[in-house]
């Protein structure tokens, strides 16, 4: 008998879902961009899929840009603000228990020059409020936390961070890594002031292998 016990990290797709991919790829394969009757096809799954993650979030459809994985979507999020905003300041905040598509981008980004606090966590794997707030100065552009831990499950409460970050410094940028989250929990970004967010497909009509980011706007 197996146990499987990662389906948070990936699940099993839903028959369904299987059957839409296997159709796409053997019968709707058109180039999405391409103006003939199979792009057009092609084009109508993104559309469907983009209008269904849209309404799960309640933002916007042209807000969410399609990536190849949640590790795409981190790096697109962290070293694209970052690069951005160079001329605002070059100070970032994420915290000691990211995921290794944060830790590992943000090393990158600390070679390229920009100076990176990572903020520790206590027994539960949350972080400080006090100390994030004592964290964020002039020069901070970004703060990149996750939603859910993918190790230990820790919740962090991303609208009380936001609020912490809006009270200091309103321009901040506020990065949330929600893989682990979506699907299994509500998540507002514009109520919860996120301001970037990543997200990979779960238990739904939308194909595992598409993963995204949806920019939100202040």
């Known amino acids: 008998m197996e146990a499987y016990f990662d389906n948070s990290a990936t699940t099993r797709v839903y028959d369904s879902v299987a059957d839409i991919m296997v159709k796409v790829m053997k019968e709707d394969y058109g180039n999405a961009a391409a103006k003939h009757m199979k792009g057009v096809e092609a084009e109508r799954y ?42 605002a300041g070059n100070h970032l905040i994420t915290t000691a228990v990211e995921h290794p598509s944060i830790y590992n981008t943000m090393g990158w980004l600390e070679e390229q020059g920009f100076r990176i606090t990572y903020l520790p966590v206590d027994a539960a794997g949350h972080i400080s409020l006090e100390e994030l707030e004592h964290a964020v100065c002039d020069d901070t552009i970004l703060v990149s936390v996750m939603y859910v ?16 970050i809006r009270a200091k410094k309103p321009d901040v940028l506020f990065h949330v890594d929600a893989i682990q989250a979506y699907g299994k929990y509500q998540i507002r970004p514009k109520r919860q002031g996120i301001d970037l967010l990543s997200v990979s497909g779960t238990r739904s009509t939308v194909p595992r292998a598409w993963a995204f980011s949806t920019w939100t706007r202040r």
């Open 149 to 164: 831990n993918n190790e230990i499950g820790a919740v962090e409460p991303v609208e009380e961070i936001s609020r912490v």
């Open 46 to 87: 993104i559309r469907e899929a983009r209008e269904e993650i849209a309404k799960s979030l309640k933002v916007k459809e042209k807000e969410i840009i399609f990536t190849s994985g949640g590790t795409e979507s981190n790096n697109l999020a962290l070293v694209g603000t970052a690069l951005a905003n160079r001329r």
